[in-house]
Protein backbone atom coordinates (compact mmCIF):
# COMPACT_ATOMS: atom_id res chain seq x y z
CA UNK A 1 0.00 0.00 0.00
CA UNK A 2 0.57 3.33 -0.83
CA UNK A 3 3.03 5.42 2.14
CA UNK A 4 1.29 8.73 1.37
CA UNK A 5 -2.43 8.76 -0.16
CA UNK A 6 -5.01 11.54 -2.14
CA UNK A 7 -8.30 11.39 -2.09
CA UNK A 8 -9.33 12.20 -4.78
CA UNK A 9 -7.43 11.61 -7.38
CA UNK A 10 -9.67 13.73 -10.04
CA UNK A 11 -12.08 16.61 -9.39
CA UNK A 12 -13.94 18.47 -11.72
CA UNK A 13 -15.92 21.12 -9.88
CA UNK A 14 -18.08 24.88 -10.03
CA UNK A 15 -16.83 28.15 -9.52
CA UNK A 16 -18.14 28.68 -5.76
CA UNK A 17 -18.60 25.07 -4.53
CA UNK A 18 -16.63 24.25 -1.33
CA UNK A 19 -14.10 21.48 -2.36
CA UNK A 20 -11.89 19.16 0.20
CA UNK A 21 -9.01 17.56 -0.23
CA UNK A 22 -7.82 14.74 1.53
CA UNK A 23 -4.45 13.24 2.61
CA UNK A 24 -3.63 10.31 4.81
CA UNK A 25 -0.18 8.63 5.80
CA UNK A 26 1.02 5.74 7.23
CA UNK A 27 4.41 6.98 7.72
CA UNK A 28 4.61 8.02 11.18
CA UNK A 29 5.57 11.84 10.27
CA UNK A 30 4.68 14.38 12.17
CA UNK A 31 5.14 16.95 8.91
CA UNK A 32 2.54 17.67 6.36
CA UNK A 33 2.27 19.58 3.66
CA UNK A 34 0.35 20.60 0.67
CA UNK A 35 1.21 21.91 -2.45
CA UNK A 36 0.07 22.87 -5.98
CA UNK A 37 1.42 22.43 -9.35
CA UNK A 38 0.69 24.48 -12.09
CA UNK A 39 1.92 23.58 -15.74
CA UNK A 40 5.18 24.99 -16.68
CA UNK A 41 6.12 25.97 -12.76
CA UNK A 42 7.65 23.84 -9.57
CA UNK A 43 6.16 23.32 -6.63
CA UNK A 44 4.06 26.07 -4.51
CA UNK A 45 3.66 26.06 -0.83
CA UNK A 46 -0.01 26.18 0.26
CA UNK A 47 -0.04 25.11 4.07
CA UNK A 48 2.11 22.93 5.94
CA UNK A 49 1.67 21.84 9.38
CA UNK A 50 4.81 20.46 12.05
CA UNK A 51 2.13 18.77 14.18
CA UNK A 52 -1.21 18.10 15.13
CA UNK A 53 -1.70 21.64 16.93
CA UNK A 54 1.00 23.69 14.58
CA UNK A 55 -0.89 25.22 11.32
CA UNK A 56 1.05 27.30 9.10
CA UNK A 57 0.57 28.95 6.27
CA UNK A 58 2.37 29.17 2.96
CA UNK A 59 3.24 31.14 -0.05
CA UNK A 60 0.00 30.96 -1.59
CA UNK A 61 -2.53 30.41 1.39
CA UNK A 62 -5.08 32.78 0.11
CA UNK A 63 -8.05 30.88 -0.95
CA UNK A 64 -7.31 27.78 1.19
CA UNK A 65 -7.80 26.52 4.35
CA UNK A 66 -6.43 23.07 5.95
CA UNK A 67 -7.20 20.65 9.36
CA UNK A 68 -5.01 18.60 10.46
CA UNK A 69 -7.34 15.99 11.83
CA UNK A 70 -4.48 13.44 13.25
CA UNK A 71 -0.79 12.73 12.73
CA UNK A 72 -1.93 10.49 9.78
CA UNK A 73 -4.32 13.10 8.21
CA UNK A 74 -4.16 16.89 6.52
CA UNK A 75 -7.11 17.69 4.50
CA UNK A 76 -6.95 20.65 2.36
CA UNK A 77 -10.54 22.97 1.95
CA UNK A 78 -10.92 25.33 -1.27
CA UNK A 79 -13.99 27.56 0.58
CA UNK A 80 -15.38 28.75 -3.12
CA UNK A 81 -13.63 27.39 -6.00
CA UNK A 82 -12.31 29.06 -8.60
CA UNK A 83 -11.18 28.79 -11.97
CA UNK A 84 -7.60 29.79 -11.02
CA UNK A 85 -7.42 27.19 -8.75
CA UNK A 86 -7.48 24.88 -11.69
CA UNK A 87 -4.09 23.02 -11.10
CA UNK A 88 -2.72 19.30 -9.72
CA UNK A 89 -2.71 19.28 -5.80
CA UNK A 90 0.07 17.13 -3.71
CA UNK A 91 0.73 15.90 -0.30
CA UNK A 92 3.66 15.55 1.29
CA UNK A 93 5.63 14.24 4.56
CA UNK A 94 8.64 14.57 6.13
CA UNK A 95 9.77 13.35 9.58
CA UNK A 96 11.24 15.72 12.33
CA UNK A 97 14.76 15.88 11.12
CA UNK A 98 14.87 19.82 10.53
CA UNK A 99 18.29 19.46 8.60
CA UNK A 100 17.25 17.42 5.61
CA UNK A 101 13.72 17.19 5.26
CA UNK A 102 13.46 15.23 2.69
CA UNK A 103 9.95 14.23 1.68
CA UNK A 104 7.76 12.57 0.58
CA UNK A 105 4.57 12.66 -1.92
CA UNK A 106 1.35 11.10 -2.64
CA UNK A 107 -0.12 11.00 -5.81
CA UNK A 108 -1.74 14.21 -6.44
CA UNK A 109 -5.22 14.75 -6.93
CA UNK A 110 -6.43 16.97 -10.42
CA UNK A 111 -8.71 19.60 -9.48
CA UNK A 112 -10.81 21.39 -12.51
CA UNK A 113 -12.93 24.36 -11.42
CA UNK A 114 -15.10 25.32 -14.18
CA UNK B 1 8.50 33.08 -5.68
CA UNK B 2 11.12 30.41 -6.86
CA UNK B 3 14.48 30.25 -5.73
CA UNK B 4 15.67 27.25 -8.20
CA UNK B 5 15.66 27.54 -11.90
CA UNK B 6 16.59 24.81 -13.69
CA UNK B 7 18.22 24.30 -17.10
CA UNK B 8 17.76 23.47 -19.34
CA UNK B 9 13.48 23.26 -19.37
CA UNK B 10 13.52 20.46 -21.80
CA UNK B 11 16.28 17.94 -23.22
CA UNK B 12 15.75 15.37 -25.39
CA UNK B 13 18.36 12.43 -26.20
CA UNK B 14 19.29 8.77 -27.19
CA UNK B 15 18.94 6.31 -25.08
CA UNK B 16 22.24 5.22 -23.26
CA UNK B 17 23.80 8.68 -23.62
CA UNK B 18 24.53 10.63 -20.66
CA UNK B 19 21.94 13.56 -19.50
CA UNK B 20 23.33 16.87 -17.34
CA UNK B 21 20.62 19.15 -16.32
CA UNK B 22 21.53 22.60 -14.49
CA UNK B 23 19.53 24.28 -11.09
CA UNK B 24 20.80 27.81 -10.05
CA UNK B 25 19.95 29.41 -6.67
CA UNK B 26 19.26 32.79 -5.04
CA UNK B 27 20.49 32.19 -1.40
CA UNK B 28 22.34 30.43 1.10
CA UNK B 29 21.52 27.14 1.68
CA UNK B 30 21.46 24.19 3.95
CA UNK B 31 21.26 21.37 0.72
CA UNK B 32 19.94 21.30 -1.91
CA UNK B 33 18.17 17.71 -3.19
CA UNK B 34 16.35 16.06 -6.84
CA UNK B 35 13.41 14.62 -7.22
CA UNK B 36 11.92 13.27 -10.20
CA UNK B 37 8.23 13.35 -11.25
CA UNK B 38 6.65 11.05 -13.98
CA UNK B 39 3.92 12.50 -15.77
CA UNK B 40 0.91 13.79 -13.69
CA UNK B 41 2.64 11.62 -11.13
CA UNK B 42 3.59 12.44 -7.32
CA UNK B 43 7.48 13.73 -7.03
CA UNK B 44 10.05 11.23 -5.70
CA UNK B 45 13.72 12.04 -3.69
CA UNK B 46 16.62 10.87 -5.79
CA UNK B 47 19.71 12.52 -3.98
CA UNK B 48 20.38 15.03 -1.41
CA UNK B 49 23.80 17.17 -1.18
CA UNK B 50 24.29 19.13 1.61
CA UNK B 51 26.08 22.52 1.26
CA UNK B 52 29.65 20.84 2.53
CA UNK B 53 29.44 18.45 -0.02
CA UNK B 54 30.56 19.12 -3.55
CA UNK B 55 29.53 15.62 -4.74
CA UNK B 56 27.35 13.32 -4.79
CA UNK B 57 26.92 9.56 -6.24
CA UNK B 58 24.11 7.12 -6.15
CA UNK B 59 23.98 4.61 -8.64
CA UNK B 60 23.75 6.61 -12.05
CA UNK B 61 23.42 9.41 -10.69
CA UNK B 62 26.03 12.47 -9.84
CA UNK B 63 25.16 15.29 -8.43
CA UNK B 64 27.30 18.03 -7.89
CA UNK B 65 27.13 21.23 -5.75
CA UNK B 66 29.25 24.49 -6.16
CA UNK B 67 28.16 26.77 -3.18
CA UNK B 68 30.52 29.97 -4.50
CA UNK B 69 28.11 29.96 -7.76
CA UNK B 70 24.68 28.95 -6.11
CA UNK B 71 24.29 26.23 -8.84
CA UNK B 72 24.13 22.34 -8.56
CA UNK B 73 23.99 19.82 -11.55
CA UNK B 74 22.48 16.23 -11.75
CA UNK B 75 24.18 13.47 -14.42
CA UNK B 76 22.41 10.80 -15.07
CA UNK B 77 24.58 8.60 -17.04
CA UNK B 78 23.91 5.56 -19.86
CA UNK B 79 19.99 6.57 -19.64
CA UNK B 80 17.68 4.54 -20.57
CA UNK B 81 13.78 4.81 -21.80
CA UNK B 82 12.60 4.65 -17.98
CA UNK B 83 14.48 7.72 -17.07
CA UNK B 84 12.13 10.17 -19.11
CA UNK B 85 10.48 12.18 -16.50
CA UNK B 86 10.55 15.77 -15.04
CA UNK B 87 13.57 16.19 -12.93
CA UNK B 88 13.24 18.80 -9.83
CA UNK B 89 15.91 20.71 -7.76
CA UNK B 90 14.51 22.01 -4.10
CA UNK B 91 16.69 24.01 -1.84
CA UNK B 92 16.39 24.21 1.72
CA UNK B 93 16.78 27.91 3.12
CA UNK B 94 19.17 27.92 6.42
CA UNK B 95 16.33 30.80 7.08
CA UNK B 96 13.47 28.22 7.42
CA UNK B 97 14.39 24.84 5.64
CA UNK B 98 11.44 25.43 3.85
CA UNK B 99 11.98 23.87 0.66
CA UNK B 100 12.02 26.12 -2.59
CA UNK B 101 11.44 24.39 -6.37
CA UNK B 102 12.55 25.26 -9.47
CA UNK B 103 10.30 24.74 -12.06
CA UNK B 104 12.19 21.58 -13.71
CA UNK B 105 13.95 20.11 -16.80
CA UNK B 106 11.70 17.72 -18.66
CA UNK B 107 13.68 14.69 -19.76
CA UNK B 108 12.43 12.55 -22.78
CA UNK B 109 15.17 9.62 -23.66
CA UNK B 110 14.36 8.40 -27.05
CA UNK B 111 14.89 4.39 -27.70
Known amino acids: DADVTQTPRNRITKTGKRIMLECSQTKGHDRMYWYRQDPGLGLRLIYYSFDVKDINKGEISDGYSVSRQAQAKFSLSLESAIPNQTALYFC?????????????FGPGTRLTVL | SQQGEEDPQALSIQEGENATMNCSYKTSINNLQWYRQNSGRGLVHLIL???NEREKHSGRLRVTLDTSKKSSSLLITASRAADTASYFCATAPYSNYQLIWGAGTKLIIKP
Open chain 1, 92 to 104: ATSDTDRITDTQY
Open chain 2, 49 to 51: IRS
